[in-house]
């Protein structure tokens, strides 16, 4: 079972920024008090995208969960990555990634795997307390909360440690915990000195408990996720140039227009200022820029984009 959350413009052929969400431990794509819910909304509105789903055993997906288990759950995050990568409206060179609690343990060790941009865990499980998800077992079963499974899957998920996968993590990381989250927290205080990104952050909150119950947090919360995903999956890539090289991109400069540089071929991404007057192209000093495209064989001018500090480059073709 999945939802995905398209921002305003998606039927228009527009291509957005994509966070998939992982859940926790016994919970669903709606998690603590619909918190999925609401921040995938608070993404949209900012112009991400988000998909969340249940792994197999949990909310409205097949299976019991009794026999949940921990790998198959790992296979359910990569089906649901690859699923989201092929939406109309989703951008796969900008796709995000985030788990709480369980999820943030399986984020970890499938994001060294995918084309992850940025990887953001909520009150991970990067290592359990030795039998802390063992209470009670009864019968080949651990019994918790109305729910039971079965002692060799419950096993799996209380042996979970994401240390190991922490050198392969070279993408920006941002960890969210609070101090009274006691099981679990001084576990992201050592991971994050392990994992290998330089673009890495652990923010830590003095309360909040394991699903940052009250409202003031979580709206925090919720903020500080919305604001680092814009700031790492808002801009594509853009291609590294050489002087050597500007040719071979398809740029030139057009006589009618010295200084100015121009899409010739091939469709690329925009190129910024700097980029240019590296590849050897004059990028005069201006604060106003204009966009061009040549339709008709004719070059038609469009309103002002604004202040900028970048040439603006439309494809020609």
Same mark, same amino acid.
């Given at each position: ?26 919970? =669903? ?13 608070? @993404? ?17 997906? =097949? ?13 359910? %995050? ?5 699923? %989201? ?15 709480? =609690? ?56 209380? *042996? ?36 290998? *990104? ?14 940052? =119950? ?19 999956? +808002? ?17 030139? @400069? ?17 190129? *910024?200022? !700097?980029?240019?007057?590296? %590849?050897?192209? +004059? ?20 309103? !002002? ?8 480059? @439309?494809?020609?073709?």
């Amino acid at each position: 079972m999945g939802v995905y959350h398209a921002p305003e413009g998606a039927g228009e052929g527009k291509k957005f920024p994509i966070v998939v969400m992982l859940h926790g431990y016994t919970g =669903s794509h709606m998690e603590d008090r619909r918190m999925y819910v609401d921040l995938a909304r608070e @993404l949209c509105e900012n112009g991400i995208a988000a998909f969340r789903f249940d792994y197999r055993g949990h909310g409205d997906s =097949s299976g019991k969960f009794e026999d949940f288990d921990l790998d198959e759950a790992v296979q359910d %995050a990569m089906t649901g990555f690859d699923f %989201a990568a092929k939406l109309s409206f989703a951008d796969d060179e900008r796709m995000g990634l985030l788990g709480l =609690s369980m999820g943030g343990y399986i984020a970890t060790r499938i994001a060294p795997k995918l084309d992850v941009k940025a990887l953001a865990l909520l009150s991970p499980a990067l290592k359990i307390p030795k039998r802390a998800l063992i209470p009670e077992v009864r019968d080949g079963y651990v019994y918790m909360n109305g729910l039971r499974l079965r002692l060799d899957k419950a096993e799996k998920v209380d *042996s979970m440690d994401s240390f190991p996968f922490a050198k392969s993590i070279t993408v920006p990381l941002l960890i969210i915990h609070a101090k009274d989250d006691e099981w679990l927290y001084p576990s992201s205080v050592e991971f994050v000195k392990q994992v290998a *990104s330089e673009d890495k952050r652990l923010l830590t909150l003095e309360k909040g408990g394991h699903v940052f =119950s009250d409202f003031d947090i979580r709206k925090r919360v919720f903020g500080e996720l919305t604001s680092w995903f814009a700031d790492r999956l +808002r801009t594509r890539r853009e291609p590294q140039l050489t002087p050597s090289s500007v040719r071979d991109h398809g740029y030139a @400069l057009p006589p009618d227009r010295p200084g100015k540089a121009e899409i010739i071929g091939r469709q690329h991404p925009v190129l *910024s200022k !700097s980029q240019l007057q590296y %590849a050897g192209v +004059r990028v005069p000093p201006a604060t106003r820029t204009r966009q061009y495209r040549k339709s008709g064989g004719k070059r038609q001018g469009w309103p !002002s984009a604004g202040l900028r500090q970048s040439l603006q480059l @439309l494809d020609h073709r």
